[in-house]
């Protein structure tokens, strides 16, 4: 450095000098202001030199200064960000929560609005109780709910839903209740084909399959048929939907029956709420329907004895019988009550031990299957 | 203070010149004086530069270039104090006449008179287009440039060197 300064003693001093005056120089020199006039004073050379020169440092500080402060009002906007971020997903996560609360409460609403409805048309008493477990095992098909002794629970009662039967009670607890599904291999039920009147007896496979034994292999059952509980094993109601058809083919078991499988009407894999069925009433429940409820003055009306019109009576005057206006008239709807045997309810189908659901329920002395016979009067058509 | 502080000597071989205060002091003054005053009453005195001369004389005859440019410097800063013009003008022109003219008069030899004919000729040139270079470029000045009168004083003042010089070399001192 100490060498450039000697080498280049000369023009150095040459450029100091010229420097100087041009300063001296500037600051006499006054630059004609034209945006402020022809008479206006100008500004001082050395002051526009001053500015000229400071303005890029002064414009690269600033501008620095901006790129710092964006930087940081960045830096914080995106702290804020995140953080909002952080809380607007905590939000979302409590919202999503509460609307799967909410969903869940809706649906429950909804499930327990048409259990509600269903149990107001029943005519029955009922209690109505939770599914708080399962057996988890797929020898036993079994489920828990949160009604026992205690809210007047007792063993065989029937379990059952708006869309069918369910099962029936095994185990009293005090607080709650072991129910035994129908798809279990023990449980057992009278049932009967809503088109073909065909009974059978419906029973739980290995696989949680619902089957209908006991139906001679010349009867005509077809898939998508309904079945129906026939009352007959005294533990579920009459009428209840049971299931559908879905395969019909020989019961290589039990030649020459028939094996039909059933799809059950209740969806026995989600169960959340049932009914327990505390006293069969003489009244079946509406199955599926979505008729008015039954009033006890229709019911007691079916259940006098009534003057049959001249076409009804038609045919027993026919018969010569003179004294079947005395009689009493069946109920128009002629139902089997569980405590009543089949003949007794009027109906023509003859019954056999297995129609009976004799698995659970007492054993019928005249092991028969037949097609039901189509007469006047019969009363073994769906509930409604 | 000896005449030998205003003056270095440096290298060999080269005749270098010094003077006395006095001299350094008055002759500046006394060319500018004429340059300024005198030249209300005799007119023609304008076309010739008195300072430029004695700028180009002192820088060529000490053949030092900082000496050369201080004294160029002063004797133009005086000439625009005195004349009234902006401080500068004159003064960078001069410094810069000053430091060339010192640095020729190491390489050539200026005592021959018509040397210093063609050489100062040639600075008055180069003077008059500094001096618009500066006056345009700084002050804005729009003052137009007149080759006659430019050359026919840049002769005159040649002219004028080698009779001025003549005289002045008689002030030299030897070191």
């Known amino acids: 450095m100490e060498n450039f300064f000697i080498r280049y003693k000369n023009p150095l ?58 930087t940081w009002h960045s830096y914080v906007d995106l702290h804020d960000v995140r953080r909002q971020n952080r809380e607007l997903r905590e939000e979302i996560d409590r919202m999503r929560l509460e609307q799967v609360r909410l969903r869940t409460d809706a649906e429950q609403s909804r499930r327990l609005q048409a259990l509600l409805d269903f149990k107001q048309r029943y005519l029955g008493p009922t209690v109505a109780a939770q599914v708080i477990g399962a057996s988890g095992s797929e020898q036993a098909r079994v489920i828990y709910i ?62 949680g399959e619902l089957r209908v034994m006991d139906i001679l292999s010349d009867e005509k059952v077809e898939v998508g048929e309904r079945v129906i509980t026939s009352g007959g094993d005294r533990i579920y109601p009459k009428g209840l939907p049971v299931g559908t058809v879905t395969a019909v083919g020989p019961d290589p078991d039990a030649s020459p029956f028939l094996a039909v499988t059933l799809k059950p009407a209740a969806d026995l894999n989600r169960l959340e709420d049932v009914l327990v069925v505390t006293k069969i009433a003489e009244e079946a429940p509406e199955s599926a329907g979505n008729e008015a409820p039954h009033r006890a003055a229709d019911i007691l009306a079916q259940r006098l004895p009534t003057v049959p019109k001249k076409e009804e009576n038609a045919a027993p005057t026919t018969a010569g019988s003179g004294t079947a206006g005395a009689q009493p008239t069946p109920p128009k709807n002629n139902r089997v009550n569980p405590g009543q045997q089949p003949d007794q309810a009027g109906s023509v189908v003859k019954k056999s031990a297995a129609t009976t659901g004799e698995v659970n329920a007492k054993p019928s002395p005249t092991p028969k299957l037949s097609r039901p016979q189509p007469q006047a009067g019969d009363t073994e058509k769906p509930p409604r | 203070m000896s005449p030998a502080a205003v003056s270095v000597t440096s290298r060999e071989g080269i005749e270098v010149h010094q003077f006395g205060w006095p001299t350094s002091i008055g002759i500046p003054l006394l060319a500018v004086f004429v340059q300024v005053f005198v030249s209300k009453w005799l007119g023609f005195i304008k076309i ?62 200026v005592d021959n008179p018509g040397s210093r004919f063609l050489m100062t000729l040639s600075f008055c040139l180069v003077h008059r287009f500094l001096y618009m270079v500066i006056d345009r470029g700084l002050v804005g000045a729009n003052e137009p440039w007149y080759w006659t009168h430019t050359l026919v004083s840049a002769v005159a003042n040649g002219l004028m060197a080698v009779v001025l010089f003549a005289g002045l070399d008689k002030l030299k001192e030897r070191p």
């Open chain 2, 48 to 109: 010739f530069d008195f300072p430029l001369l004695v700028t180009i004389f002192f820088a060529v005859a000490r053949r030092r270039p900082i000496p050369g440019l201080i004294t160029g410097a002063a004797i133009g800063t005086l000439q625009d104090v005195f004349a009234g013009s902006l401080i500068g003008l004159n003064g960078m022109a001069n410094t810069m006449i000053g430091y060339l003219a010192s640095s020729l008069g190491v390489r050539i030899d």
């Open chain 1, 13 to 70: 001093v040459l450029m100091a000098f010229l420097v100087i005056q041009v300063i001296v120089l500037a600051t006499q020199v006054k630059r004609p202001d034209n945006s402020r006039g022809s008479n206006a004073e100008g500004t001082r050379l050395i002051r526009v030199w001053t500015v000229t020169a400071i303005t890029p440092f002064e414009h690269a500080l600033v501008s620095t200064g901006r790129f710092f402060r964006n």
């Open chain 1, 146 to 207: 949160d009604k026992g002794s205690r809210a007047g629970i007792k063993q065989d009662m029937a379990v059952i839903t708006p869309d069918g039967i369910v099962g029936k009670v095994r185990d009293v607890y005090p607080l709650s209740s072991q129910v035994l599904l129908i798809n279990d291999r023990e449980s057992g039920a009278g049932v009967i084909m809503e088109g073909s009147r065909l009974q059978g007896v419906l029973r739980g496979k290995e696989m």
